[in-house]
């Protein structure tokens, strides 16, 4: 098989990002699905991060919908794959925010502080739901944590990579390995 070193370092990435995400669970989530975003930029495809989703307890149906809206313990592990402007990822935040109809501008600005700054090639970020306190964190290494409070602001967040995105394919990737 003929794989460019740009591919075999970006699937390598990939697996290591999972493989240390998943040994910092103990067991209590399921892996679901992990991905590359991407972001075509003229005609050329760049990889921006690595992705990868764990949910404690398992929706019922497999569906990005079904996802979206179980409240269960759940969160995204994010490895930065090339650097990137914290100013670019913000408003791509903002944006997809905005694409899947939330338009709460207090809560999204809060959690937008959490990035202070330019990710760098190899930056993890991770974001996660706590459904006890019904709250999501944004946590970006070196730069910041910041909670949200609401289901309803979860559920938005969670419709950034499951719901309208211009990348459909990241979303069936990222259920990919729930049952059904």
């Not at 493989?19 to 050329?44: N, Q």
């Not at 759940?74 to 925010?97: I, P, Q, S, T, W």
């Not at 006890?132 to 910041?144: C, I, L, R, S």
Request: charged share 25%; with cysteine.
């Amino acid at each position: 098989m003929n794989m460019s070193r740009s591919k075999f370092i970006s699937l390598f990435l990939a697996l290591t990002t999972l493989l240390l995400s998943a040994a910092s669970f103990g067991g209590d989530f399921t892996h679901t699905g992990s991905g590359i975003r991407v972001k075509t930029v003229l005609i050329v495809d760049v990889n921006v991060y690595s992705i990868s989703h764990f949910m404690q307890q398992l929706p019922s149906s497999k569906s990005k919908r079904a996802v979206i809206d179980m409240e269960t313990n759940k969160k995204f592990e994010c490895k930065m794959l090339r650097d990137l402007e914290g100013e670019k990822l913000k408003a791509a935040l903002r944006d997809a925010y905005a694409m899947n109809g939330y338009s709460d501008q207090a809560k999204i600005g809060k959690i937008l502080n959490a990035f202070k700054g330019d990710l760098k090639e190899g930056q993890r970020f991770s974001i996660k739901y706590d459904n006890d306190k019904k709250a999501t964190t944004f946590v970006v290494d070196g730069q910041g944590s910041v909670t949200v409070e609401g289901v309803d602001f979860m559920k938005a967040t969670w419709s950034i990579w499951f719901g309208k995105i211009d990348q459909p394919k990241l979303g069936d990737q990222l259920i990919s390995k729930i049952p059904g």
